[in-house]
């Protein structure tokens, strides 16, 4: 007897010892889990606002929308908790009740399932482990789950599993989920709205109030059941909520990504270039970034680019394209930007701030006329207009005819050449390549040539660039830095950066003044009156010829490589470039700058200022020995004649203006 109580009392020390390494050897295993992605902190969609501060565009390089638990209204985690795991804040872990009834009903049906699982469970799954069916991943899920309610508090982890789980169509998290069944934020759902959310995670696409609406009714209603029974809402508001509709909201196709894409890509490039963030901070910081941008300007320019009538045909391998720039002269803010046309992608190339082209003759008032008025001349100075040869440069006007001598107006007017190279080396090229440094744009030693007089550049600017520059003259001679961030802050809205204004006069208001009177008369009477609007403008067209080579031998005469507009109303800059991404005999345009740049122009501003009261530019009295014609004339005529252009005696104020200045001096010496 003594014998077998002995053997009695060592089984039972083996079997106990056996438990005990057991459980030990479980601790270990358990304790040196990696639990540590969780510390991870979700990402966060970075918000985009236009100037008024209403947000429109979501910035995210995750599928999560993530929510703080703390927004999340206590209907939507007592409705999860209900019906998910509601012995949630009771087990540490793992449900060994819900196993044991989970394995008894599987010896019943004579198979394995699913059941069982916690809410942690289910979120060490999703984190860690595959979707294998077997016994040991089960084993390792629960060991995990135990891992986590060790080093992590209740709240944390049901704030981990709201924003990680997939509530179907598409949207992880609960902020995603609210946002495509209801369209509101998480903190604004209603407790039957809470519960249509609750019941979706057990089967997203069967429960999917978009798919299956009897289901999906059927199935909040259980979730509200639940609830009641758990004593988490009162027998009034479960009859209320049952009663209510469904309430979803299915989304219409949303063409905003489309309408903000060229111009939050440049608000990344900004933000990376100036002020140091990198992207990953800005795809997951949860930041609000507050923009320059004019819904009512960028829905123009979305507009204008969406319309192919506006456009030259291209041909079926390639879109002809366009990029165009318009930002407010007052304060260089960019109020919109199309990249191009056609179908864009994220972090695509903008035509509007990436592409470099030459500006043809819209270059005419950076390199030659502005520092010419800087440097004394006058928009009545008689400028050469003859046969021109300068150590074999021999550059030609457009109609291949010479006029002796012109005005610098008339020169800007019609877009002559001769005029502007013979200019340039009159007043050196130096100061050419000067006056656009101090406009913006800052050219290589390879443009000192006077080639550059005629927009002939090596590398090219974009339409931003030339938007910049020509803002200038819109400014009464200010550079306002052009750009797109107006400040960042936190999620939370503790400031970051923000935009200090800037303003560097860079030339004397008589200048800026002096330009816009001659660019309003390019417009009125010159190559820009398709820009003409029943407001003033001023702007000038550009077109660049196609290369002289034996590949273009069969082009016609009205055939270029590039086509632009540059001009200013009183209120907005913008410039305009058109042309093909990749030039050849097959691919070249048949228009000129005058033509569809200065329409889209038109067309952008138009649509855009039209319930803009019309003003006109501010400008002085002129001298009363400037022969100019009055800007005050130009634009009350303008006014007066709408699109026609100005009245039949301006050409008459022209020709006097003209003898009074020959009187003075001629060939551009009166200084």
Request: hydrophobic share 40%; with cysteine; net charge neutral.
């Amino acid at each position: 007897m003594i014998k077998w109580k002995r053997w009695l009392l060592l089984v039972c020390g083996i079997v106990l010892l056996g438990v005990l390494g057991g459980g030990l050897t479980v601790y270990a295993y358990v304790h040196k889990l990696d639990v540590s992605l969780l510390d991870q902190p979700l990402p966060e969609a970075t918000h985009i606002l236009d100037k008024n501060g209403v947000d429109i565009y979501q910035l995210s390089g995750s599928r999560i929308d993530a929510a703080r638990l703390a927004d999340m209204p206590k209907a939507l985690t007592d409705a999860v908790v209900a019906v998910e795991d509601r012995r949630f804040y009771e087990h540490k872990g793992v449900d060994l009740k819900s196993i044991t009834r989970a394995v008894a009903r599987d010896v019943l049906r004579g198979g394995y399932s699913e059941g069982g699982s916690t809410i942690t469970q289910q979120l060490a799954k999703n984190l860690f482990l595959t979707s294998d069916k077997t016994l040991g991943r089960k084993l390792k899920e629960a060991a995990y789950a135990i891992k986590m309610e060790t080093d992590y508090s209740k709240d944390e982890i049901l704030e981990m599993y709201l924003n990680r789980i997939y509530f179907g169509e598409g949207s992880w998290g609960v902020g995603a989920a609210a946002k495509t069944y209801f369209n509101k934020n998480v903190k604004d759902l209603t407790l039957p709205e809470a519960a249509v959310l609750a019941a979706l995670p057990k089967a997203p696409s069967h429960y999917s109030p978009f798919q299956n609406e009897e289901q999906a009714l059927e199935r909040r209603n259980t979730v509200l059941k639940l609830m009641a029974d758990e004593g988490k809402i009162t027998a009034e508001a479960y009859t209320q909520a049952v009663a209510a509709p469904l309430g979803t909201v299915k989304q219409v196709a949303d063409d905003s990504k489309e309408r903000y894409r060229s111009y939050v890509d440049a608000v990344i490039d900004e933000a990376v270039r100036q002020y140091g963030f990198t992207e990953e901070q800005l795809l997951t910081g949860g930041m609000r970034i507050t923009t320059e941008l004019d819904a009512t300007v960028q829905q123009a320019v979305w507009e204008v680019y969406r319309d192919d009538s506006l456009f030259p045909a291209g041909k079926p391998d390639q879109l002809i394209q366009s990029g165009a720039v318009i930002l407010d002269q007052k304060t260089g803010g960019i109020r919109a930007i199309a990249g191009g046309r056609g179908e864009s992608v994220f972090r695509g190339f903008s035509h509007a701030t990436q592409l470099k082209r030459q500006p043809g003759s819209s270059f005419k008032p950076i390199a030659v006329y502005g520092p010419a008025l800087e440097m004394g001349y006058k928009p009545g100075t008689m400028l050469y207009d003859g046969p021109l040869n300068i150590e074999g440069y021999q550059p030609q006007d457009w109609d291949h005819q010479t006029r002796g001598q012109v005005s610098m107006q008339e020169a800007i007017i019609s877009s002559w050449n001769i005029p502007a190279v013979w200019l340039l080396k009159e007043i050196g090229i130096d100061k050419g390549l000067g006056f656009a440094k101090s406009v913006g744009i800052s050219l290589p030693d390879s443009d000192r040539q006077l080639g550059t007089a005629l927009g002939g550049l090596t590398e090219g600017v974009s339409p931003l660039q030339m938007a910049q520059a020509f803002s200038t003259f819109a400014a009464k001679g200010v550079l306002h830095p052009a750009h797109t961030i107006a400040k960042i802050e936190t999620g939370d809205g503790h400031p970051l950066v923000a935009y200090k204004e800037a303003g560097v006069p860079v030339m004397k208001p008589e200048t800026a003044y002096a330009m816009t009177s001659m660019l309003q008369q390019a417009v009125a009477q010159g190559t820009g009156k398709n820009a003409a609007m029943n407001r003033p403008v001023a702007g000038k067209s550009g077109t660049t010829q196609l290369p002289d080579s034996k590949e273009f031998e069969g082009a016609g005469n009205g055939s270029a490589k590039d086509a632009w507009f540059v001009g200013y109303t009183p209120e907005l800059t913008g410039a305009v470039w058109v042309g093909y991404d990749k030039t050849d005999s097959g691919h070249y345009l048949t228009t000129s700058g005058g033509a569809v740049p200065a329409v889209v122009f038109r067309e952008i501003m138009s649509r855009s200022l039209a319930k803009v009261p019309v003003v006109l530019f501010d400008m002085p009295i002129p001298a009363a020995d400037d022969p100019a014609i009055s800007a005050g004339e130009v634009q009350q005529d303008l006014l007066k004649n709408g699109e026609k252009g100005p009245s039949k005696n301006q050409p008459k104020k022209q020709e006097k203006a003209r003898k009074d200045q020959e009187k003075g001096g001629k060939e551009g010496k009166e200084r």
